[in-house]
């Protein structure tokens, strides 16, 4: 049977998709993902789409999916490499795909990445600094 | 000016591994003609909205694809007929954002704004057909 492979790389889960998708493969792959962001405790997930020519209503929704199932596990995901024509009928379709970040090729999406985390590493380091005090504060507002 | 037909190719599809190479076939047809890429994306980006409608309310149906030419026109026309359970309401289908299945109910209105021409006839119980044109240059 196809499958997309997943790869990891560091913090990141890596997937290209080189091949058209029929609905079987689109579904396996959503599911694949997320419970390799749960094995892995992966933070970022890199999706290369830059040899897809068709991107419909049903892609699109997995796409959203994949990223708001790896939001829910702390991991971010980022879609690069969409061809114009693509961009162009999606749009036109009504599907924007929002909630999903994009980058133009996989370097830009990298960095992108990248730089969510530190975003979120910097967070929790100022929670961690936070006296004892303000925690139980926080606490006791909630 | 009427529509002429000059090649016709025809496709049962009944299963989800179907799709995609229908939308080859499709594809083939549309750059034989030199449509343009962003209308070829958007062309089979409709008939892959119509096939996977029909594969889930009918259990799939028959495909064809045609050839046809309009004056110095040329384009790609895609009619999608099944025996399934038919619409019983087409303006409501044709809205955005409604659905009767699990989707997000963009296929039929996002279809029609990817296209040139887009019509749609459907008895209940009996089934439903959808076509749709798209010119090289349109």
Do not use: C
Request: proline share 2%; hydrophobic share 45%.
């Amino acid at each position: 049977m196809d499958k997309i492979p997943i790869l990891r790389m560091g913090q990141f889960l890596l997937v290209t998709i080189q091949v058209d998708l029929y609905d079987r493969l689109a579904l396996d792959l959503e599911a694949d993902l997320v419970k390799m962001v749960d094995k892995t405790g992966a933070r970022g997930v890199l999706i290369d789409i830059s040899a897809v020519s068709i991107v419909d209503s049903f892609m699109g929704r997995i796409i959203g999916n994949i990223g708001s199932m790896s939001k829910l596990l702390d991991a971010e995901t980022v879609v690069v490499g969409m061809q114009p024509a693509v961009a162009i009928t999606l749009v036109e379709l009504g599907l924007p795909l929002k909630g999903v970040f994009t980058a133009l090729n996989v370097e830009k999406g990298m960095d992108l990445l990248k730089s969510k985390i530190q975003f979120s590493t910097e967070d929790d380091f100022d929670y961690e600094s936070e006296s004892e005090d303000d925690k139980q504060d926080r606490f006791s507002l909630s | 000016m009427s529509v002429i037909t000059l090649a016709k190719d025809t496709m049962m599809v009944v299963r989800e591994q179907d799709v995609v190479p229908f939308r080859n076939r499709v594809k083939e047809h549309a750059s034989k003609i030199r449509m343009g890429v962003v209308n070829q994306t958007k062309l089979i980006t409709a008939a892959s909205e119509l096939v996977r409608n029909m594969l889930r309310y009918a259990n799939g149906g028959l495909a064809i694809i045609e050839v046809v030419s309009k004056g110095r026109d040329n384009g790609i026309k895609l009619t999608f007929s099944d025996k399934g359970p038919g619409i019983p309401d087409i303006a409501l289908a044709l809205k955005d954002g409604f659905s009767t299945g699990k989707s997000l109910g963009l296929g039929l209105p996002g279809t029609r704004r990817l296209v040139n021409e887009f019509s749609i006839e459907s008895e209940v119980g009996a089934g439903t057909t959808v076509t749709i044109i798209k010119w090289a240059n349109g």
